[in-house]
């Protein structure tokens, strides 16, 4: 008797009803941007090129982009004052327990991400456990993958229920950069605020996740960081979203499509299937070549694909669901599909699952 596959049962997304347009910032601000922008370049001239070959494809993404100071972004969503992840995320989940056809009780492993928790040390888990309703048998864990957390996530789900653990588990990320990066920096117009929530369980044998490939690259670990500059996040001051070691963050961003292949390739070695059999990729939206760059290194010559990041900016954990979600409604992502996906999150871990879409 073939093994029941572990796959997607339903996706809730949450988007702030604010929406921020690239005018909402003061023209004196975007022209001192450009100017810094001049100076990033001329410092990144300065460095040796990567020999990787996918560096090359984002030097010429971002030689092509070097001009807009929005980076392909054209409106982003916006937590208003008062909202909490928490909120966010609660909204989701219960959009995905309905298009789940379930009921809070069903759920047996609840995993979160939130970039901004409503509480350190609290974490939003049990938050949004209280506030579905969830039972109190309920395995409830946060997973601090950032980024790439949806992935990590759906490995440790899938883990929990081939062992008997849990039957279905809810998946949520979140992202509220907004509280985050100060509004006159230009790392305010990458990020948008929203919530996912992923409900995963049993589906036919054939259908689901049927491989994974995760990597982790330390050297990387403080290329990104939220905290205080110059100082311990405790020692007092606003948390801000900064690169403490710029060198080293256009490193992380030069090898990204890099990373992704490598993943991509071993993930579908795993699967037995071939790149030309991809169906649909789903690509992590931190930039708005990324996906185009990626997909064109790893030679998922036919996959279609969704960009979000013109009209969502990047929602962090939540790229993938969100993509996945707008892709099915636009009827880009059918039943039977075999998908690819990819995402990386600082630190950094980066990683890539292949699905057969559907229930069965």
């Known amino acids: 008797m073939k093994q029941q596959g572990i796959g997607i049962l339903g996706i809730g997304v949450f988007l702030p009803p604010e929406v921020r347009k690239n005018d909402w910032w003061p023209k004196a601000t975007v022209e001192r941007w450009a100017q810094k922008a001049s100076v990033f ?22 030689a092509a982009q070097a001009a807009d100071p929005f980076q392909g972004g054209k409106q982003r969503h916006i937590m208003p004052a ?47 456990h209280k506030k579905l309703g969830l039972k109190s048998q309920c395995f409830s864990l946060a997973i601090e993958g950032v980024c790439n957390a949806f992935q990590l996530q759906m490995a440790v789900a899938e883990k929990m229920i081939l062992g008997g653990q849990a039957r279905r588990a809810l998946l949520i990320q979140s992202s509220a950069v907004s509280r985050f990066a100060p509004p006159d920096e230009q790392v305010s117009t990458v990020f948008g605020d929203g919530a996912t929530a992923v409900v995963v369980g049993e589906v036919a044998p054939g259908r689901g996740l049927l491989a994974q490939s995760h990597r982790t690259d330390s050297d990387f670990s403080c ?10 996040w405790w020692d007092g001051g606003k948390p801000v979203t900064f690169s403490p070691d710029g060198s080293m963050a256009r490193k992380m ?14 993930a ?48 962090s954990a939540a790229n993938i669901p969100l993509v996945l979600a707008t892709a099915e409604r636009d009827c880009l992502l059918r039943d039977g599909d075999l998908v690819a996906t990819y995402a990386g999150g600082t630190g950094i871990t980066y990683s890539s699952l292949v699905l057969r879409w559907g229930r069965g």
């Open 41 to 62: 370049r001329a410092r990144a001239a300065g460095e040796p090129a990567l020999p990787q070959p996918g560096a090359q494809l984002v030097a010429e993404a971002m």
């Open 82 to 128: 008062g909202m909490m992840s928490s909120d966010m995320e609660t909204a989701a989940a219960q959009e995905a327990l309905a298009r789940a056809d379930l009921k809070p009780e069903d759920i047996d492993l609840l995993l979160t991400f939130s970039m901004c928790p409503d509480y350190l040390n609290a974490p939003n888990a049990c938050v949004v």
């Open 223 to 232: 290329s990104v960081v939220t905290g205080v500059p110059d100082g311990n």
């Open 253 to 266: 961003l030069m090898l990204t499509a890099d990373f992704g292949k490598e993943v991509i390739d071993d």
């Open 268 to 315: 579908l070695a795993q699967a037995g299937a071939r790149h030309e059999e991809i169906d649909f990729f789903a690509c992590h939206q931190g930039t708005r070549w990324l996906r185009e760059v990626t997909q064109r290194l790893a030679g998922l010559t036919r996959a279609r694909a969704v960009d979000t990041f013109e009209w969502a900016g990047s929602i």
